[in-house]
T-cell receptor, first 115, second 117 residues
Framework: KQEVTQIPAALSVPEGENLVLNCSFT??????LQWFRQDPGKGLTSLLL?????REQTSGRLNASLDKSSGRSTLYIAASQPGDSATYLC??????????????FGQGTTLQVKP | DTAVSQTPKYLVTQMGNDKSIKCEQN?????MYWYKQDSKKFLKIMFS???????INETVPNRFSPKSPDKAHLNLHINSLELGDSAVYFC????????????????FGPGTRLTVL
């Protein structure tokens, strides 16, 4: 059974710091891995999607890496800003889910960037 | 605006009542989903529909019944509401790849916060 774990559960950093959020999954048989952002009281916004054949994706100050064999992904945020404060969720699409769109989520890392 | 929309945004009701949540997407997607986010922020899929066909039903009590009148709409009806049904319910949509392989990202609605008293 696929399980997704995110560490740490919460993180508080001063503005300008570079930081890394971690995601691990128990079954390496995945189609892809996605990172989402959730603001309080809002829905999820997709940040980056890494296909199982890829090792990383970049968008602006965000860089996500994928090491499928070890079951790990990291989200690197460069030069953090107060506007980055949100909950970051990692989700995998299992390869064994019969080609459905099923996503299995971690519990998220709540990030606070202090001015 | 192109988006996934849900109504209502907030729903407060008594135990035992029946309620519905509506979801619409105008992104031209052919697959829609319902997720439940509990008080610990854990997000779990409930249902998925592709071209109005149910393709995921994740051991959800049969008090929950999804209905998809067309590809752009997926509604969730809940009978005999219980305290444990209190949560935020998210609708999402995506576009399938070739051969029904789902490769595209999912777009989420703003959520419906359900409180059962």
């Amino acid at each position: 059974k696929q399980e997704v774990t995110q560490i740490p559960a919460a993180l508080s950093v001063p503005e300008g710091e570079n930081l890394v959020l971690n995601c691990s999954f128990t079954d390496s048989a995945i189609y892809n891995l996605q990172w989402f952002r959730q603001d309080p009281g809002k829905g999820l916004t997709s940040l980056l999607l890494i296909q199982s054949s890829q090792r990383e994706q970049t968008s602006g100050r965000l860089n996500a890496s994928l090491d499928k064999s070890s079951g790990r992904s990291t989200l690197y945020i460069a030069a953090s800003q107060p506007g980055d404060s949100a909950t970051y969720l990692c989700a995998v699409r299992p390869a064994g889910s019969g080609n459905t769109g099923k996503l299995i989520f971690g519990q998220g890392t709540t990030l606070q960037v202090k001015p | 605006d192109t988006a996934v929309s849900q109504t209502p945004k907030y729903l407060v009701t008594q135990m035992g009542n029946d309620k519905s949540i509506k979801c619409e997407q105008n992104l031209g997607h052919d697959t829609m989903y319902w997720y439940k986010q509990d008080s610990k922020k854990f997000l779990k899929i409930m249902f998925s529909y592709n071209n109005k066909e149910l393709i995921i039903n994740e051991t959800v009590p049969n008090r929950f019944s999804p209905k998809s009148p067309d590809k752009a709409h997926l509604n969730l009806h809940i009978n005999s509401l219980e305290l444990g049904d209190s949560a935020v319910y998210f609708c999402a949509s995506s576009l399938t790849g070739t051969g029904r392989r789902f490769t595209d990202t999912q777009y989420f609605g703003p959520g419906t916060r359900l409180t059962v008293l």
